[in-house]
């Protein structure tokens, strides 16, 4: 990759919200988490705005979350990246990569994974691969009744490897599917410049120089694919950090359907310093008052690796 990087620094840490509304308390756990982690390690943390889902995203939701950070207590380190700005580092990048151009449906691929001949080894939500060995003249008939319709095929990742392993601090090393994922979305008219998350946070990730990346762990499977992808970039290998979610009462994420679980609803109703208190009690110090106490006592060794439950009577009071 030719992008330039932002700064000469060895290492950076990260939290990268999609900007689709305001932040819940799970979220903030894990920026707080991503944070503590990047400073400890004497590493760079910086906020990135995932906006390139155009038809969710909003300048407005990304100024409402970087200030509910900075009300915790999160401080970044400059510049704050928005993908929405990152057009052309994607497209350099999808021309170093093996690709494939995907003439499916979601309709498609469910039918396709559910048939009785479907490869044995796909896991849920990889696909199935009808595209990937297409004949030249059936990459051309379907382009053309594409074009009738103006429509554009979606680009995929052609991977070259089957499985991918990358070491995770809680999970080890950890061996998954490489997935030929969606790097470019097809689209209808105007709709079909729109770059994949599985492409632009590679790409990001590299410019930005982070090596250290902190998330949930629902995003653990996804990891072996990212590593795969940066691999073929040139981007160094990467440390994970998979850290357990908030969830509800039913063992479900934490969502914002579950009641007041935002920033704002929370601190409304009983302050930013409750807020505080709350994330901190969820990381294993209920002692501690501030995030700069927290960063001086934690021991991520101390961080349980089970779902932190979220009981809004007690946690809130």
Known sequence: ??????????????????????????????????????????????????????????????????????????????????????????????????????????????EATSAPHARPDLQPGMYPGTCRNLTQEQIAYRRSEFTKNNRSPAIRLRANSEKWTIHDFYHGEYTGPVDDVVLHRGGIGDQ????????????????????????????????????????????????????????AGDGRRLAKRDGAVTFREMSANGGTQQ?????CKSIGYPEVKTLNELLECFDPHRLSTEPWLWNPVDNLS
């Open 1 to 110: 990759m030719h992008d330039t990087r932002p700064n000469d620094h060895a290492g950076a840490g990260r939290y990268a919200p999609s900007p689709s509304g305001d932040l819940h308390f799970g979220n903030l756990r894990t920026a707080v988490l991503a944070w503590l982690f990047a400073r400890q390690s004497g590493r760079d943390f910086y906020l990135r705005v995932e906006d390139i889902d155009t038809a969710r995203s909003s300048q407005e939701s990304a100024i409402r979350q970087i200030e509910d950070l900075e009300a915790v207590g999160l401080a970044f380190d400059p510049p704050v990246v928005y993908q929405s700005t990152r057009h052309a580092a994607y497209a350099e990048a999808l021309a170093q990569l093996n690709t494939y151009e995907c003439f499916c449906s979601r309709k498609d691929i469910r």
């Open 192 to 247: 079909a410049d729109d770059w994949a998350y599985n492409l632009a946070v590679v790409v990001d990730d590299g410019y930005q120089n982070i090596d250290q990346i902190v998330r949930g762990d629902d995003l653990l499977p996804s990891a072996p694919t990212q590593a795969y992808i940066a691999h073929e970039l040139g981007v160094e290998q990467r440390f994970y950090v998979h850290v357990p979610l908030v969830v």
């Open 275 to 279: 807020v505080v208190e709350t994330l």
